[in-house]
Structure formats: structure tokens, C-alpha cells
């Protein structure tokens, strides 16, 4: 009986991501970034992966610098990866659904930086990952935009 209330009880850390989000949403750009920071400093480079995933994903929506944004999508994909393939336990299934999102920002990233290439990459891998959205709102979220950057890449999808 434990173990089952472990497993429907809320995560904190991914509450208090949630709560900033929410901030930076209501426009707090810096104090969003500066918490995701502290946030960041609790949970360390070696935390859990599914932490660092989300928070990474989140506090690179924050920076001012497309090559800093594009550091912490990176550490987002590299926990994700972890994840994915294992390393850390639990349900490599389970983030699946975050590669599209993961690749479509990557993707977006290297347009501000002027890397198309790498855009590109991200872009296909982006849209190959999408097969595992729901038909929902949030699947139809990312495909819409994964399709919008293809047009800004001039790319016919």
C-alpha cells in the first residue's frame, strides 16, 4: 500500500518547475530564470534525469543568449537520452514523448545561431520522434510548429 501512495504522490521538484513555469509564463522572464537557477543548484548535474530534463527544458526558454539557450536544450536531450536508454532506471518508454519537443528546440536553437545544417538535423529528427505524440492538443502543438520552422527553414515537409 506504500509503495501505491509513492506512485500517485505529486513529485515536488516537478512542482516547483511547474510553479516557475508558470511565472515565466506571467512574464517574470528573470526572476523565472533566476529561480530555474537555484533550482538547478539543488538538483546538480547529477540528479535525477527527469529533473534535470524538464528544468533544462524550461530555463532554456529563459536566456537572453541563443548559444545559452542552446546549452541548456542540450543538457534537456542528454538527460532525456538517459533515460531513454536505461542508464537511469524506471521506463525507457515513458520519454519517448519528449523527443519531439526536445529536437524541435534544438532545431530552433541552431536557426538563431545560423547553423541551418544542424537545424535541419534536428528538424527531421524532430519530426520522426513526432509518431509517438498523442492526437492531442500538446501533439498537435508540436507538430504545427515543427512544420512552421520547416517553412522558415524552406523546407516543404
Known sequence: MVERQEQVAPDAVLTRIGQVVMLHHGGDREEA???????WAEIGEEGDPLHRCTLAHYLADTQDDPADELAWDLRALSAAEELADGRAGGDPASVRGFFPSLHL???ADYVKLGRAEAARSHLLRARTAAGTLADDGYGAGVRAAISRLAVR???DG
Open 33 to 39: 530564470r533566476s529561480r530555474f537557477l537555484a533550482l
Open 153 to 155: 527553414l524552406g523546407e
Open 105 to 107: 528546440s534544438l532545431a
